[in-house]
C-alpha cells in the first residue's frame, strides 16, 4: 500500500500515529518479530516503548499452550490468502492473562517485502462476563435441580418458554420448552393454569388453585405475573400428602 508503505517503514510514525486509540497494533516481519507496537499495547502488556522491539511475537506474547497457534495464524496471515482472526491470553510482564482477540493481515512492503498488521481489542471484560453468566447459569440449574416443585414460565396464549420438574414431582413438566401447557399437563389441569394466567396478565397477584386426578394425582399450583404477557407457574406435588390423609 502506498499510503501504508512510510508508515511501516518507521516505527516511531506508526507509534505516533496510534498513540491516541484504545486499540493494541502490532506490525511483524517475515519472521514473526515485532517491527512496532502502539501504545496501548506496550501499556497492556507492560512493557515499555520500543522494548517489544525484535520480540517473537508468539514467543513472548502467548503461553506455551497457545505459541503454536499463534504461530500458525500469522503464517497463514503472511501467505495472504485472507485476514486471520486469533484469540488467546496475552502474556504480560506483570504476570496478568487478559484476553485479546486480533485480526492479522498481510501488507505489501515495498515491491518485496511483506510485513503483518495485527489489530487487536482487549476482550478481557467480555470473557469474563461470559464466565460470570455460566457460572451463574449451573448455579441456578443447581437450585433448580434441589427444588421439589416444579417451576413452569408460560406465554399467555400456553406456550410453555421454560419447563423445570421438581425433584419430588409426579407432574412430569421436564422436557416441556417449547410445547403448548396443554401438551405436557394434563388437560384440565392445564386450563385451570391458563385462566388462572389470563387473570394474572389484567390484575397483578398471586392465583393459586388445587387439583386432583382420577388417578389419585394432586397438586397445587401458583401463578404469578412474570414479564409482559407471561406467567410463572410453581406446581407443588400433593400426592403423597393426599394419600396419607
Not at 503461553?63 to 486471520?84: N, R, V
Not at 416444579?150 to 420448552?177: F, K
Request: net charge negative; charged share 25%.
Amino acid at each position: 500500500s502506498v499510503l501504508l508503505d512510510p508508515i511501516l517503514r518507521d516505527p516511531d510514525v506508526l507509534e505516533a500515529l496510534l498513540g491516541t486509540t484504545a486499540a493494541l497494533f502490532l506490525v511483524l516481519d517475515r519472521k514473526g518479530c515485532v517491527l512496532g507496537s502502539n501504545s496501548a499495547l506496550t501499556s497492556l502488556a507492560g512493557y515499555e516503548a520500543g522494548e517489544l522491539t525484535g520480540q517473537v511475537f508468539w514467543e513472548t506474547l502467548n503461553g506455551p499452550e497457545e505459541a503454536e497457534g499463534a504461530q500458525e495464524a500469522f503464517l497463514t496471515a503472511l501467505s495472504g490468502e485472507s485476514e486471520i482472526r486469533l484469540e488467546h491470553s496475552l502474556r504480560t510482564k506483570r504476570g496478568s492473562w487478559p484476553h485479546v482477540e486480533w485480526l492479522l493481515r498481510s501488507v505489501q512492503r515495498g515491491e518485496a517485502d511483506r510485513v503483518v498488521v495485527a489489530a487487536g481489542l482487549d476482550q478481557t471484560a467480555r470473557v469474563n462476563a461470559e464466565s460470570a453468566l455460566e457460572s451463574l447459569e449451573v448455579r441456578r440449574s443447581a437450585i433448580l435441580n434441589a427444588l421439589p416443585d416444579s417451576i413452569l414460565l408460560v406465554t399467555s396464549n400456553g406456550l410453555c418458554l421454560e419447563a423445570h420438574t421438581g425433584a419430588r414431582s409426579c407432574i412430569r413438566a421436564g422436557g416441556g420448552t417449547g410445547k403448548l401447557l396443554s401438551e405436557i399437563l394434563p388437560p384440565d389441569l392445564a386450563a385451570r393454569i391458563m385462566e388462572a394466567v389470563a387473570d394474572v396478565q389484567v390484575a397483578d397477584g398471586l392465583q393459586m388453585l388445587e387439583w386432583n386426578s382420577d388417578g389419585g394425582l394432586a397438586c397445587e399450583a401458583w401463578i404469578t405475573a412474570a414479564r409482559q404477557e407471561q406467567a410463572l407457574v410453581i406446581l407443588r406435588d400433593r400426592t403423597l400428602h393426599r394419600s396419607v390423609e
